[in-house]
């Protein structure tokens, strides 16, 4: 399986946009032990590239906006090591010029999952 690692960095305070979870009922047992979906409620995508997709989602726990860029871990070890230092350093750094790095985890949904839920969730805005 593909593995993400996501990075979660919180943005100022902003309107709030609600939206309908985009998946359908065959995949919400699946969703819930994602911790992206159960925490989180995207507002709307900041940019991507190819090492992935920036979101704005709002936490449902703490209320606040974050920046969330979801990377896909090559199966290199080298690579993986790389993007584990990444994450390492950001926590590290602490400059006004900088915004402030809040957390990673790793998620391993089924091959293409993740994918198809970004394109669905974008071509819907």
Known sequence: ????????IRLSAR???????PFDNKVILFCLSLRYLTDFEPVQCLGRGGFGVVFEARNQV???????K?????NRELAR??????????????????????NAWQESP????????????????
């Open 1 to 8: 399986p593909t593995t993400w690692t996501t990075l979660l």
């Open 15 to 21: 309107a709030r946009v609600k939206s309908p979870c």
């Open 62 to 68: 703490d209320d606040c906006n974050y920046a969330i």
């Open 70 to 74: 979801r990377i896909r871990l090559p």
């Open 81 to 102: 090591e790389k993007v584990m230092r990444e994450v390492k350093a950001l926590a590290k750094l602490e400059h006004p010029g900088i915004i402030r790095y809040f």
């Open 110 to 125: 089924p091959e293409g999952w993740q994918e198809g839920q970004d394109q669905r969730w974008l071509e819907e805005r």
